[in-house]
């Protein structure tokens, strides 16, 4: 079971070696991208991947037992949103090579994501474009950022796991709304 | 644009977000004199940002035609559109119109989808269901026009705490109903929530926004999050903060799994919306969405058992059923579900229906009528604020609610405050405490009433203002009174106060002997019965007026005895335990002053200053005595329970008995009732404990020891935002007491806050007179810091206890968690064996005692909790 490697795994992590830390984001990762796939595969009604359903089914895999330590949690929830941030970027690739290439449809699902405020789509990978660019400048917001869209996580959520204040984390995504707007809209 | 400029320009982004669209400009212009940072201020602004909630202007204003209606007002805006107040020409009649956001509106699949189900409810027609009137399009905007309904949501009717019974069972069924009518056409409502449930002023409860909910799990998530549940004006940005435990709360498990919801899903939250009107609580709430729904999958809620008494049990199988895990468990039809709803039996002793919502089914049996209750006067209709609800994610504009009901209600709860000793002899103070007490004693014994308990109303002792001390707690009236001794005579004054008039609804005057106490006391509690008109069962006839003693020497014994317990010393235990000796002597068959004797030797043992075999051995003693005289009283059944889990560690046959227990009033007025959350948190169940604390703050809320347990039972459950308010709060109303404060610092340190950990725990040094912990934390600035910080503390009290130990015993375990702290592994180990060989009190909170912390991850550790059975 990968899963109880990687409880362990994150167990370990609480003393935090970098080797563990290094493993650990392997085995999530595999966990992470076998949960996506079959996502994918899966018949669904809505063409619009919601990170928290990922995330969500990913989280009860992992943690099997009861008491998860909540250093665990946050570190899971950091890891979860770079991964799936990782995966929706790496599909969305593959689909417009695949565009370019054969012109025939993919399956689409998971090139979109949902915004979690206003249900409207927006593209994964113009989204992890302008995020590396606002890393440039202000890390911080960007990793609130993803783990806010790519993590599935609520304003509230962000906070607590980044031992924030909600009001800060309110205005940081408010500000960065504008300015990844601002982004997204130039790429078009 | 450098770093300090995007600081900056961060800054005035999220002022300006604050603000309507139309004076972000302005405000740019005041606040920002740089011309260049200005202008790509301006141009961020400008963007209709695609990842917002930044919801700008409406899309019709008063006075706008839409089809045939006109817009009166805007009620709200939430994620998917906006809500107005129209008005139908044609009929004369008023009408909620949704709209569907002009942000969604390009999105045409959405659109076809929002119509198709407008089309669908539109065809219920059910007096628990909004109605649809019409469907339509005008000018590109999509409408709904519903039903207008006047009255307030369910969740705002919960936010005053949970339910009658009764009142429950009208209310379930009616959804039900409902639900049964649309399931019946293959309509399933997928997003039940107390936010969808309107309670109409004619007391019918209506389902909102049926079948708008999208199909999928992610579509309904996205509703979801944007359903806030916080009121918010229409041009505000929709806040989120914690939007989204608020409403996966009540998904069923398939949907929470991302599976096909079917009509089950509906029966499942219609069981979580059933629980919360019984428990006032969430069935299922953890600090991330996530954890919630991963509870909801594999978690079983706090029994309602724990929560509540009185609930009849085929209610209580109705929701178990309602609430498995598997759609194949559940009803196999909703029709079925409403028909075992309506054949549920409601008894008519303690939880009697007040009369605040009627049912309007004719086929239903009235509810019990209590006559004579007392009423307030049935207001006018014109105090009705007219409301419309909360649709699609929409927050409400309107303030000043209906307070539905408020205007009939009888008086269901009462605090007596600590009676004033006006004679001058300061000696007699044991007196007017131990009256009051009495009196809170008595009066719990009525289910039906909501007494406040003792540590609360002590902290009222000599007001001056018994409304005003009424008004604090919450209560509909209070009791209060004088006593003075003169001699052998006793002359005692008691007064009924209603809170809200100020009325003196019953009082009276007694001059005595003094052996007549107890007399006196009996009349007082009854005519205070009589008058609040209070439905009495044949049992609570029986109780109210028992006495644990005939003789008026043993009680004042007893009396004494209690009020030197009162405060914790070692002296003055000792005397109380030579009074109810006396008081024993005097008569041997005396109860409650066996239990209380039995409570002193074991506080002995948990205040450390008497061997555990000492103190449990004579604790057992008078236990088994007062259980042969009264094998079913609740405090001794609690205090045998209290006995077997802390010191035989008998933790099977002790939750049985805890739970059993756990909904008595007369447990939650005292100490009795905290072993038993404390209980569930040594075994790692803090939701448990949590739910038992919510109810005992509801006649307790001044009880400093229950806020404290409180707040650390919500931290080990992981709600540290939660625990954080708690210990905050408690801080500021206890300055002196460094509990909180040493809560507050662990919490903050585990968020992640090292300079708030840092200052908390150098406050809670300097209170606690832990100076070198100051000191050494003044300078402190990392997680390293604190923790050196906290090793040199537990150092100073272990060289403090081992000269304690040269003059009297000092339990072990004492020892162990000291030398756990300062990291020598051996020495606690040593101390834990001998801990464990006199069954210290303590052993029993191994599992979550972080003063272990350090020594956990050894095997010696797991074996010894193994030893203790800890679950």
Not at chain 2, 404 to 433: C, H, M, Q, W
Not at chain 2, 559 to 576: I, W
Not at chain 2, 665 to 674: A, D, E, T
Not at chain 2, 686 to 699: K, Y
């Amino acid at each position: 079971m990968p899963g109880d490697g990687l409880t362990a795994l994150l167990g370990r992590c609480r003393a935090g070696t970098p080797a563990d830390q290094e493993r650990l984001l392997t085995a999530a990762q595999g966990e992470l991208r076998r949960i996506a796939g079959a996502y994918m595969r899966r018949e669904r009604q809505d063409h619009t991947l919601q990170p928290t359903a990922l995330v969500n089914e990913a989280y009860l895999r992992l943690f099997k037992e009861q008491d998860v330590a909540w250093e665990n949690r946050a570190h899971f929830f950091g890891i979860a949103a770079r991964v799936m941030r990782q995966i929706l970027v790496d599909h969305a690739r593959k689909r417009r090579a695949q565009k370019r290439g054969v012109g025939r449809r993919a399956d689409g699902s998971l090139s979109k994501l949902a915004d979690p405020i206003s249900g409207h789509d927006i593209d994964a990978l113009a989204l992890h474009e302008a995020l590396n660019d606002l890393a440039l400048f202000d890390p911080r917001q960007a990793e609130i950022v993803e783990l806010r869209y790519f993590g599935g996580l609520t304003e509230a959520e962000v906070a607590t796991i980044k031992g924030l204040s909600p009001a800060t984390v309110r205005r940081e995504v408010a500000a960065a709304r504008f300015w990844l707007g601002r982004r997204l809209q130039a790429d078009r | 644009m450098n770093r300090s400029d995007w600081e900056r320009a961060k800054s005035l982004l999220a002022d300006a977000a604050d603000l309507p669209e139309a004076d972000r400009e302005r405000f740019v212009l005041e606040r920002c004199p740089d011309p260049e940072l200005r202008r790509e201020l301006l141009d961020l602004l400008s963007t209709p940002a695609p990842l917002s909630s930044i919801v700008g202007g409406s899309a019709l204003k008063p006075g706008d035609l839409l089809g045939p209606y006109k817009i009166q007002a805007l009620l709200g805006i939430g994620g998917m559109g906006e809500v107005y107040r129209g008005r139908d020409s044609r009929l004369g009649r008023d009408v909620a119109l949704k709209v569907i956001s002009p942000r969604l509106v390009g999105d045409a699949s959405l659109r076809h989808r929002f119509e198709r189900e407008a089309r669908a409810a539109s065809a219920l027609n059910h007096p628990s269901i909004v109605t649809v009137y019409d469907v339509g399009e005008t000018d590109g905007i999509s409408w709904i026009a519903m039903e207008w309904v006047e009255g307030r949501t369910l969740r705002q009717l919960l936010a005053n705490g949970p339910l009658p019974i009764h009142e429950v069972g009208v209310i379930a069924r009616q959804i039900a109903d409902g639900l049964a009518a649309a399931h019946a056409k293959g309509i399933v409502h997928r997003d039940l929530k107390p936010d969808n449930v309107m309670m109409a002023a004619d007391g019918r409860t209506k389902i909102l926004d049926f079948g708008l909910a999208r199909h999928s799990w992610a579509g309904s998530l996205g509703d979801a999050v944007a359903d806030d549940e916080t009121v918010a004006a229409p041009t505000a940005v929709a806040s989120l903060e914690g939007t989204i435990l608020g409403t996966v709360g009540y998904m069923s498990p398939e949907q929470a799994s991302g599976r096909t919801a079917d009509f089950r899903s509906d029966q499942f939250s219609l069981g979580v919306l059933t629980y919360e009107m019984l428990a006032g609580r969430r069935a299922f709430t953890r600090p991330t969405a996530v954890e919630t729904l991963s509870a909801i999958i594999r978690e079983h809620p706090v029994p309602l058992r724990l929560i509540r008494s009185g609930i009849p049990d085929a209610l209580l199988d109705i929701i178990a059923h309602c609430l498995a895990k598997t759609p194949d468990e559940r009803f196999a039809s909703t029709r079925d579900l409403a028909a075992a709803l309506a054949s549920v039996e409601y008894g008519t002793g303690a939880e009697t229906n007040v009369g605040r919502i009627q049912d309007p089914i004719p086929d239903t049996p009235d509810p019990t009528p209590t006559p004579g209750r007392i009423l307030y006067p049935t207001p006018a209709m014109g105090r009705r604020t007219v409301v419309w609800l909360l649709a699609i994610g929409v927050a409400l504009a309107t303030a000043g609610w209906y307070r539905f009901g408020a205007s009939r209600r009888a008086i269901e709860s009462v605090a007596v405050l600590p009676f004033e000793n006006t004679s001058k002899d300061p000696e007699a103070e044991y007196l007017g405490d131990g009256l009051t007490e009495s009196l809170i004693a008595q009066m719990s014994r009525v289910s039906s009433l909501k007494v406040m308990a003792r540590g609360t109303v002590f902290r009222f002792k000599g007001t001056a203002d018994p409304q005003e001390a009424g008004r604090k707690l919450g209560v509909g009236a209070v009791v209060v009174g004088t006593v003075a001794r003169r001699g052998s005579q006793l002359a005692i004054s008691a007064e009924l106060i209603e809170i809200s008039t100020g009325i003196r609804l019953w009082g009276d005057k007694y001059d005595r002997p003094f052996v007549d106490l107890q007399r006196v006391q009996d009349l007082i509690a009854s005519d205070i019965a009589d008058r609040l008109q209070l439905p009495l069962s044949g049992q609570e006839k029986r109780t109210l007026l028992a006495h644990g003693t005939e003789s008026p020497e043993a009680h004042e014994l007893f009396l004494k005895g209690r009020f030197l317990m009162a405060n914790v010393s070692e002296e003055g235990d000792l005397e109380a335990a030579r009074l109810f000796q006396q008081a024993l002597e005097k008569d041997p068959k005396y109860v409650d002053a066996r239990v209380e004797l039995a409570s002193v030797y074991a506080r002995s043992v948990g205040e450390g200053y008497a061997p555990p075999a000492e103190g449990w051995r004579r604790a057992d003693e008078e236990i088994q005595k007062a259980a042969a005289l009264d094998p079913a009283n609740v405090l001794v059944r609690a205090a045998r329970a209290s006995r077997r889990f802390q010191f035989e560690w008998d933790w099977a046959g002790t939750e049985r008995e805890f739970t059993d227990l756990s909904t008595d009033p007369r447990l939650l007025q005292g100490n009795q009732f905290h072993p038993i959350a404390l209980y569930f948190w040594a075994r790692g169940q803090p939701e448990e404990s949590v739910a038992l604390m919510e109810r005992a703050l509801r006649v307790d809320p001044g009880n400093v020891e229950v806020r404290i347990m409180m707040a650390d039972f919500l931290a080990h459950a992981g709600r540290l935002e939660d625990a954080i308010g708690h210990y905050r709060a408690i801080a500021e109303t206890e300055s002196s007491n460094s509990r909180p404060l040493f809560g507050l610092a662990e919490v903050l340190k585990r968020r992640g806050d090292v300079k708030g950990a840092v200052d908390a725990l150098r406050k809670a040094y300097e209170l606690s007179g832990l100076e070198h912990g100051a000191r050494l934390l003044s300078a402190a600035r990392t997680e390293k810091d604190y923790e050196n910080a906290q090793i040199a503390v537990a150092r100073d009290q272990l060289g403090e206890l081992q000269d304690l130990a040269k003059e009297r015993y000092v339990s072990p375990l004492d020892f162990g968690r000291l030398y756990a702290q300062v990291g020598e592994r051996e020495q606690a180990f040593t101390s834990l064996e001998v801990a464990l060989a006199e069954r210290s009190l303590g052993l029993v909170w191994l599992k979550v005692d972080r003063a272990w912390d350090r020594i956990r991850d050894d095997p010696r550790f797991t074996a010894i909790v193994r030893q203790v059975g800890i679950p």
